[in-house]
């Protein structure tokens, strides 16, 4: 198989998920959490009847989805947690978190793009879509939503890339203000590295999903010296993950480095 080349200029700002959704701002009058039996089951119907073995079956039969070391999730399987990934696939991003966490309800933050879209924007928060909000009204909803989530022991996966890289083999730096919210709820973080590997008969790579931690910052110091612990030990974590990587399907080239290639 010919390998795609992709040209970039910005680790930290370029987007290739190939979509153009417009994306509604969220505001005040986003709802995040329903409390009503209806809303509740309508999530038990598009998460566990629908959305669950959707995954499963995607992730298995197309690439032979495999997860190493879950088993540092069960200590904390009565309390809420952060997971932290890095984010290179279009629908196995939104699929591996749920399989990650079998019996645990999974939540992801996600872009605005994700709950905009005509038919199935509306059944994305049904399935664990938190968007990140549009101004300081919708930040408080949205902080109280991360805060009930917790309480009823849910996890919350966070892509700190924030952008898309399809197949990419390494880890893009990124920023530490997401892991804020650990260092405010004082949850336990925990890094996810997808890593792909070659098959012996198909063409599409093996996904095998790694599973460290549990990380916690240094209670001495302060809140953003706690945000920058986690993001570095999640960063480095997930880098030595990365490592595992034996194909790459698309080779990513910034675009100043292009002429010496």
Known sequence: MEQKVIYYNDELNDEFAGDSITAKKIDKNYVYVHKSVFKKLTHFFWYRIVA????????????????????????YKKTGYFIYGNHTHNIGDAFIPTMVNRTKDTYVIVHPNNVSMPILGKITPSIGAIPLPGDIEST?????????????????????????????????????????????????????TNVYKKRKISK?????????????PNENSSSSEQRKELRDMC????????????????????????KND
């Not at 966070?158 to 650990?182: C, G, L, N, V």
């Not at 960063?235 to 292009?258: D, F, G, W």
């Open 204 to 216: 599409k790579p093996k996904i095998v999903t790694y599973i460290d931690g549990p990380f916690f």
């Open 52 to 75: 669950y073995p959707l995954a499963y079956l995607y992730l298995k039969i197309s690439y032979h989805h495999k997860i190493v070391n879950r088993g540092v999730l069960k200590k």
């Open 235 to 258: 960063y480095n974590q997930m880098v030595l993950r990365s490592n595992e990587n034996n194909v790459e399907i698309i080779k990513y080239v910034k675009k100043e480095s292009e």
């Open 140 to 192: 408080r909803n949205f902080m109280d939503c991360l805060k009930y989530r917790l309480e009823h022991k849910c996890a919350i996966m966070i892509y700190p890339e924030a952008h898309i890289w399809p197949y990419y083999t390494k880890i893009r730096p990124f920023k530490d203000q997401s892991f804020r919210y650990p260092v405010n709820y004082k949850k336990p973080v925990f890094s996810l």
